[in-house]
């Protein structure tokens, strides 16, 4: 079997990491690739009866709620071209066995989101991901944080392999990657969701042509 790639978290270069009992279930077809092979994820749904000037103040308030936390968050605002663009994040985190122990791993995950909106119809693109390490000790060493694109993460996991055959340290670092990778989805859904349903409530009516 192919090696892993050697791009795992800063703290599984440790010799310490151990094992992780089981394998995760899943499936790279499932996580969407642009053009790019950047991680993407997008929504296109009309509002027939919306106007273009009120799904865009609907796309402002659902930002200013769902990053509240975030000063700055947005980066763009083009009422007239209908375009915004925000950088968001959010903090998350996963276990890990080390040494025997189960050991909490925190990490932020950077996401730039961009809404291109008409009368009566919108779309939201989430791409790229970029995941930022926290810094930590272990024992009495220092990690230092990190920034690494998604798609590492994603080259990490094998099509094909024999789990039982992989290293200690092979399937730490599968299952770390596995388990970005599925958060980040998760995420994405629950993200286009949540948006989905915020923007259908626009109301206020396209204006008809006079001729």
């Given at each position: ?55 865009y103040s ?48 925190k990490y ?57 055959t992989l ?45």
């Amino acid at each position: 079997m192919k090696k892993l790639l050697f791009f795992s978290l800063t703290f599984l270069l440790f010799h310490f990491a151990q094992a992780q009992d089981t394998d995760i279930p899943f499936k790279k077809k499932d996580y969407p690739l642009d053009a790019n092979k950047k991680l993407s994820y997008s929504i296109i749904q009309e509002v027939p009866k919306a106007s273009k000037d009120e799904l865009y103040s609907r796309a402002l308030s659902w930002i200013n709620e769902a990053f509240k936390d975030q000063p700055g968050v947005i980066k763009l605002q083009d009422k007239d071209n209908g375009k915004i663009v925000i950088e968001g994040s959010t903090e998350d985190s996963y276990s890990v066995k080390t040494l025997g122990v189960l050991v909490p791993k925190k990490y932020y995950q950077n996401v730039k989101m961009e809404f291109s909106i008409k009368d009566g119809k919108y779309r939201l693109i989430m791409s790229p991901f970029q995941i930022e390490n926290i810094a930590a000790r272990f024992g009495g060493s220092y990690i230092p944080s990190s920034k690494r694109p998604i798609e590492r993460y994603y080259e990490q996991i094998p099509d094909s392999y024999s789990f039982n055959t992989l290293t200690s340290l092979e399937k730490t670092q599968l299952y770390s990657s596995k388990t970005i990778l599925i958060k980040a989805g998760r995420f994405a859904d629950s993200t286009l969701l949540s948006v989905k349903g915020y923007m259908a409530k626009a109301t206020v009516p396209v204006k008809k042509d006079d001729w």
